[in-house]
C-alpha cells in the first residue's frame, strides 16, 4: 500500500536558469490531493556540457536526471514516486486515483506534442519482443478502454507516472548510447515489461501537455 510519496520533476536549463518548467504545471502539482506524507524534488542537474551533438545532451543529460531521482529516491522513506514532466498538467486526484490501482506502475494519459497520440499502450501478452502500441491507433479499443476506465497497459513514456520502491529497486534507468538514440523511457518501460510487474493506467486521470509555443494539447479521448 502507498502511503508516502515523493512527487519529482526533472526540469532543463538554459543559461543557468529553469527551461520549460511550465506555470501550469507547477500549480498543478501543488494542488495534489493526498492524505500521507509528500514531497517534492524539482531537480535541475544537467551536466551535459553544450555540444555540436544536442541529442546525445538530451539523452544524457536526461538519463543523468532520472538515475539522480532514483538514488535518492532509494534512500528515502517514500513508498512510492510520481513522476510528472516538467510540461505536463495532471488532474488535483492524480496520485489518489493512480495509487488505488495497487499497481507497480500507474499512467495518467496524454497525449504526445509531435502527433495525436496517447502515452497509454495496449499491451502485448508476456513475453513479446514488442510491448504494445498506442491505443489512440485502434479507436475501438481506446474506446473500450475509456468506457473501462482501468486497464492493463504498457507505458509510452515518463510524463504522469507513479512507480513502487520495488520497481525502482529492481529496473535502473538506462540508455544504448549511441547505438540508440532513444530516451531511457524507451528501455526501462521495455524492462518492466520483461520483468513482469503490473502495468495499469486510469483512463479518467487526463492530463495536459504545454507545447513551447503555450498551446495545451489534451487526449482525444
Known amino acids: 500500500m502507498i502511503k508516502d510519496v515523493l ?45 555540436r551533438d544536442t541529442r546525445k545532451r538530451a539523452v544524457m543529460n536526461h538519463l543523468h536526471q532520472y538515475q539522480r531521482a532514483r538514488r535518492l529516491f532509494l534512500q528515502s522513506e517514500h513508498d512510492a514516486m510520481m513522476i510528472i514532466e516538467s510540461d505536463i498538467i495532471p488532474p488535483p486526484d492524480t496520485i489518489k486515483k493512480l495509487a488505488a490501482l495497487e499497481a507497480d506502475c500507474a499512467y495518467g494519459v496524454y497525449r504526445f506534442r509531435a502527433a495525436n497520440v496517447i502515452n497509454i499502450f495496449e499491451q502485448y501478452p508476456r513475453p513479446a519482443r514488442n510491448v504494445g502500441e498506442p491505443l489512440s491507433n485502434f479507436p475501438r479499443k481506446l474506446k473500450k478502454a475509456v468506457d473501462k476506465r482501468i486497464v492493463e497497459c504498457s507505458g509510452g513514456g515518463f510524463g504522469c507516472l507513479l512507480v513502487t520502491k520495488e520497481v525502482l529497486k529492481q529496473v535502473p534507468f538506462r540508455t544504448e548510447w549511441p547505438k540508440n538514440g532513444s530516451h531511457c523511457d524507451t528501455f526501462w518501460t521495455n524492462d518492466v515489461y520483461k520483468q513482469g510487474f503490473k502495468m495499469m493506467a486510469d483512463m479518467s486521470v487526463i492530463c495536459g501537455h504545454v507545447k513551447p509555443d503555450g498551446v495545451i494539447l489534451w487526449p482525444d479521448l
Open 7 to 51: 512527487v519529482f520533476t526533472p526540469i532543463r536549463s538554459r543559461d543557468g536558469k529553469f527551461h520549460r518548467f511550465e506555470r501550469e504545471t507547477q500549480d498543478a502539482v501543488m494542488d495534489f490531493e493526498w492524505d500521507g506524507p509528500i514531497a517534492y524534488l524539482w531537480q535541475r542537474d544537467n551536466p551535459e556540457p553544450k555540444q
